[in-house]
């Protein structure tokens, strides 16, 4: 049997899609101005995702659901830098963590990676010392609709409240000072993963580690280069290099 299309409701975000832009915008009683013409949005209302609409200059979208990164590209308001997504990608692979996983992380930021986390994982908990980043953060998620965050206005120096989790990962300064307490707030066979701007913060981090039950560490700089398609074919001269180093440590017990 085929399943139900799902019905486009007032007050869901959709993603209009086309070849040249895609507009990321919440269905309610209004008109969207675009590049292509002036879509009604109020149209979509109990129409099927995957549906066909056009504006009054006959440019087609397509309506689709949209996806975290389409959520955190147009609508999240970035503070602070951000763990990129080719860097919270690489912490999903080196720590397989799952949708059964409970995470610990600080500092939030705003909220990037918490947010990309969190649409994997059964729960983060996420720890920011700053108000002003923490209100930011806040309003990323509310905006987001994601229940299973819990925001904490702390500075995870002060302690980790949670016990027995799957990874305790770490964007912020002087990480190594929360080494101990992610190592006793992980289980056995838990993940600490620190992202470090700068190799001497690395270093720091790497020394403390190696003072508790974690197995070996590794550091890892991932490095993102496009290429230009074409007849002669060549990298893109820019492209996402030197952002940050990874490094991951598990725990043994």
């Known amino acids: 049997m085929a399943k139900t299309k799902s019905k486009i409701k007032h007050g869901d975000y959709v993603l209009l899609l086309s070849k040249q832009r895609s507009y990321l ?4 009683n209004k008109k969207l101005n675009t590049d292509f013409g ?8 109990n129409k099927n995702y995957g549906c066909i609409v056009q504006t009054h200059l006959k440019h087609n979208f397509v309506v689709v659901k949209p996806t975290i990164i389409d959520f955190l590209n147009k609508k999240a308001r970035m503070l602070p830098q951000a763990v990129r997504p080719k860097d919270a990608a690489l912490i999903l692979a080196f720590t397989g963590i799952n949708a ?10 705003s909220a990037w990676l918490c947010l990309f986390l969190a649409n994997y994982v059964k729960h983060v908990y996420s720890y920011e010392k700053r108000e002003d980043f923490y209100q930011n953060a806040k309003r990323n998620v509310e905006l987001s609709g994601m229940k299973n965050i819990t925001l904490k206005h702390k500075d995870i120096l002060q302690g980790i409240d949670e016990t027995n989790v799957d990874a305790v ?21 838990g993940w600490l993963v620190v992202y470090s701007p700068y190799i001497e913060q690395v270093k720091a981090v790497t020394a403390e580690i190696k003072k ?8 890892v700089e991932n490095m993102l280069r496009p290429w230009d398609i074409r007849q002669h074919t060549l ?13 991951f440590a598990r725990k043994i017990f």
Do not use: C
């Open 38 to 45: 002036i879509v009604n949005i109020a149209e979509l209302i």
């Open 169 to 189: 990962i770490l964007d912020m300064l002087h990480a190594e000072k929360a080494v101990s307490l992610a190592f006793n707030a992980l289980k056995p066979g």
């Open 25 to 28: 915008v919440k269905v309610e």
């Open 235 to 247: 990298p893109k001269r820019q492209g996402l290099l030197h952002t940050g180093f990874l490094t």
């Open 212 to 219: 508790y039950n974690f197995a070996k560490p590794i550091t």
């Open 100 to 109: 059964d996983s409970i995470i610990v992380e600080a500092g939030t930021g």
